[in-house]
């Protein structure tokens, strides 16, 4: 009897902070993210212009859509049979990593295979051991990534 209250009393409370929860758009956190510039709200004795570069920094990520990050290139190669050798490597990767994203480049004369979009170098040197096996020549690059993908919280009514 104890436990059933226990467990209605949980049950009731997870309720309650679910529909308290509002539904948050992808616009609404884009705009909460543009007021927010965090070096602006800290304490930090500089020189005026470091916060200039920094918003000017922010206005051409927006614009761009993207930031700068790491990837791993695991194939760079040119020739006849480069673009059908790009493609088999990109599809081998992808069938055992399907939610990890996979790039083709051509950059005359190479085609190269990209993976992942990394913000940190620690993230990309954690999935660069994990394809040691597969991927031995795999290496970390300094690329321009796309923005991470923003959780949508809904409520169910």
């Given at each position: 009897?104890?436990?059933?209250?226990v467990?209605?009393?949980?049950?009731?409370?997870?309720?309650?902070?679910?529909?308290?929860?509002?539904?948050?758009?992808?616009?609404?956190?884009?705009?909460s993210?543009?007021?927010?510039?965090?070096?602006?709200k800290?304490?930090?004795?500089?020189?005026?212009?470091?916060?200039?570069?920094?918003?000017?920094?922010?206005?051409?990520?927006?614009?761009?859509?993207?930031?700068?990050?790491?990837?791993?290139?695991?194939?760079?190669?040119?020739?006849?049979?480069?673009?059908?050798?790009?493609?088999?490597v990109?599809?081998?990767?992808?069938?055992?990593?399907?939610?990890i994203?996979?790039?083709?480049?051509?950059?005359?004369?190479?085609?190269?295979?990209?993976?992942?979009?990394?913000?940190?170098?620690?993230?990309?040197?954690?999935?660069?051991?994990s394809?040691?096996?597969?991927f031995p020549?795999?290496?970390?690059?300094?690329?321009d990534?796309?923005?991470?993908?923003?959780i949508?919280?809904?409520?169910?009514?």
């Open positions: 009897m104890k436990y059933a209250i467990l209605l009393l949980l049950m009731v409370t997870f309720i309650g902070f679910s529909a308290n929860n509002p539904r948050i758009s992808r616009e609404d956190q884009q705009k993210a543009d007021s927010l510039m965090i070096w602006e800290l304490n930090i004795q500089c020189d005026p212009r470091i916060n200039d570069l920094l918003r000017k920094l922010a206005d051409q990520n927006k614009r761009s859509g993207t930031m700068s990050g790491f990837r791993l290139q695991i194939y760079f190669g040119s020739g006849g049979n480069a673009h059908n050798q790009a493609i088999k990109k599809t081998e990767f992808l069938s055992s990593n399907p939610d994203k996979t790039y083709l480049f051509f950059k005359s004369p190479d085609f190269i295979v990209r993976v992942g979009n990394f913000r940190t170098k620690s993230e990309a040197l954690k999935m660069q051991k394809l040691l096996n597969r020549n795999a290496f970390i690059v300094s690329d990534i796309a923005f991470p993908e923003l949508n919280y809904t409520t169910n009514n």
